[in-house]
């Protein structure tokens, strides 16, 4: 992955793999993504699939293994004809046999009776509590994970910050629980060309003003600033939306309630960097006097000083 320039057309296809049409946002959207290879496929990685699947694609899936095992079950009892009192050639007494076999409910009015159908029924015995105890351990797996609800502001900016130009974003724990010890990493990729004519992805890690927050409670505003040897000093938002320039975040810490680190990761591609523009203030109190966040203005911003439309630090 050094280099993508003259490769093969299956590094080509890497490349968009990874890092999709502008940058590295299709990896933040979807996660873990593997790398292509030969065998891959919805099998590859069963379990990490289930547990990073939502709530109802991970309901749907398990319903349609159950139908489509007791489907594959019940044409075997059909088939066979050997389910006590069974309707003769009935598809859905065997089915709903099945059900019960595999459930472990046993009603009692129906029962195999031939020796086809007793082997059928211990296998499907057997296979209802290996599936009992794996989908148990995958919901439990999935219900007991911490994880982190960070918002991310819609856009990044570019203003002066204690009289220096600064790269600017925006953090909200959304939970009411704390993130202890968090910290942030912010790193910046950009399309560049070697002296050799080759294309490369440089990455390279922006500087912070505060890259740890003891206790990440309400807001946190990220500033990198833009100093000499910035990969933003002396460049334009031309210049760095022709390079295919992205800004990627990862957040990490510690769930207090859990005492189990969670993370949280944002992406922000150059069109989403605004320049000459500051990030609302979001603080405000109560009637009462207790601190408050507005965050109906969380995503706002607000024009700031002439100047910063153009190159910073040139």
Do not use: C
Not at 17 to 27: D, E, Q
Not at 48 to 54: A, M, P, T
Not at 253 to 281: K, P
């Amino acid at each position: 992955m050094r280099q993508w320039a003259g490769a093969s057309a299956s590094a080509k296809l890497l490349r968009m793999s990874i890092f999709g049409a502008r940058g590295n946002r299709l990896l933040v959207r979807q996660r873990r993504r593997s790398l292509p290879s030969r065998g891959d496929g919805y099998f590859a990685d069963f379990y990490h699939h289930l547990l990073d699947s939502s709530w109802p694609a991970l309901l749907l899936q398990i319903a349609t293994a159950f139908a489509l095992l007791n489907a594959i079950f019940g044409f075997g009892y059909w088939l066979d004809a050997g389910i006590e009192n069974a309707r003769p050639g009935s598809f859905s007494d065997a089915y709903f046999f099945s059900v019960e076999t595999m459930a472990t409910i046993g009603y009692g009015r129906m029962a195999p009776i031939t020796l086809a159908a007793h082997l059928l029924m211990s296998v499907e015995a057997l296979t209802g509590l290996i599936g009992l105890a794996m989908v148990t351990g995958l919901i439990f797996a999935k219900f007991s994970r911490p994880t982190a609800r960070v918002r991310f502001s819609r856009n990044a900016v570019i203003s002066l910050r204690d009289g220096v130009p600064s790269l600017m974003f925006r953090m909200a724990n959304v939970r009411a629980n704390l993130i202890v010890e968090a910290q942030i990493h912010v790193v910046f990729a950009r399309q560049e060309r070697t002296a050799e004519g080759e294309e490369v992805r440089r990455f390279r890690d922006l500087e912070l003003s505060r890259t740890r927050n003891a206790i990440f409670a309400y807001s946190w505003t990220a500033v990198h600033p833009i100093v000499p040897g910035s990969p933003f000093y002396g460049t334009t938002r031309e210049e760095l939306i022709a390079s295919d320039a992205d800004l990627t975040i990862s957040l990490i810490g510690i769930d207090e309630t859990f005492s189990q680190t969670v993370y949280a990761r944002h992406s922000y591609n150059a069109e989403d960097i605004i320049w000459g523009a500051r990030l609302a203030d979001i603080t405000t109190h109560t009637p009462d006097g207790q601190f408050a966040l507005d965050m109906s203005q969380f995503d706002a911003t607000l024009p700031a000083e002439a100047g910063m439309t153009a190159t910073v630090g040139a």
